[in-house]
């Protein structure tokens, strides 16, 4: 009888196992206000992710060129030892299409992020990063690769009424 249960909890594991993987999927949104959008990221990262104002002197030619708003979006670095502040790890900037058009020279990298979302005549500009900003051997690195591997992805964002 006792080898009757142990067989099945062999044959039970592979499946429990696989259905505690689909779990780690799980995901937060972040609200970008007062960017009207909320982005998904991994739920276990998203206690370490932080919102702000577009701070010093740029701002000035974020709102030269008209755009509605914009978001700082910070990384909290985890705990493990790293006590390394709190980063900017992306923008986020809420333009009308045509002032984002307008903003766009082809012989510079995009000022205002790439096109993410365009809909109903404004833009969602992402402009984060295009390497890791902390050593992928790190818990926080890893972190940082698991979100930026979907911010210029338009799924991970939902358009806020």
Same mark, same amino acid.
């Given at each position: 009888?006792?080898?009757?249960?142990?067989?099945?909890?062999?044959l039970?594991?592979?499946?429990a196992l696989?259905?505690?993987a689909?779990t780690s999927?799980?995901?937060?949104?972040?609200?970008?206000?007062?960017v009207p959008y909320a982005?998904k990221?991994p739920a276990?990262?998203?206690p370490?992710?932080s919102?702000?104002?577009?701070e010093?002197?740029?701002r000035r030619?974020?709102?030269?060129?008209?755009?509605?708003?914009a978001?700082? +979006?910070?990384?909290n670095?985890?705990?493990g030892g790293e006590?390394?502040?709190?980063t900017?790890?992306?923008t #986020?900037y809420?333009?009308? #299409?045509?002032?984002?058009d307008?903003?766009?020279n082809p012989?510079e990298?995009?000022?205002f992020?790439?096109? +993410?979302?365009?809909?109903?005549?404004?833009?969602?500009?992402?402009?984060?990063?295009?390497?890791?900003i902390?050593d992928?051997?790190t818990?926080?690195?890893r972190?940082?690769?698991?979100l930026n591997?979907?911010?210029?992805e338009?799924q991970t964002?939902?358009h806020l009424?």
């Amino acid at each position: 009888m006792l080898s009757y249960f142990i067989r099945r909890a062999i044959l039970l594991l592979p499946a429990a196992l696989a259905l505690g993987a689909c779990t780690s999927n799980k995901t937060s949104e972040i609200s970008l206000g007062p960017v009207p959008y909320a982005m998904k990221v991994p739920a276990d990262i998203a206690p370490r992710i932080s919102t702000g104002p577009v701070e010093g002197p740029f701002r000035r030619d974020v709102d030269n060129a008209g755009c509605l708003a914009a978001t700082t +979006v910070y990384f909290n670095p985890g705990p493990g030892g790293e006590n390394l502040p709190r980063t900017i790890f992306m923008t #986020a900037y809420f333009f009308p #299409a045509a002032k984002f058009d307008a903003a766009q020279n082809p012989n510079e990298p995009p000022r205002f992020g790439k096109e +993410v979302v365009r809909s109903g005549g404004t833009v969602l500009g992402i402009a984060g990063p295009h390497d890791t900003i902390y050593d992928p051997a790190t818990p926080s690195g890893r972190d940082v690769v698991r979100l930026n591997k979907s911010i210029y992805e338009p799924q991970t964002y939902r358009h806020l009424p």
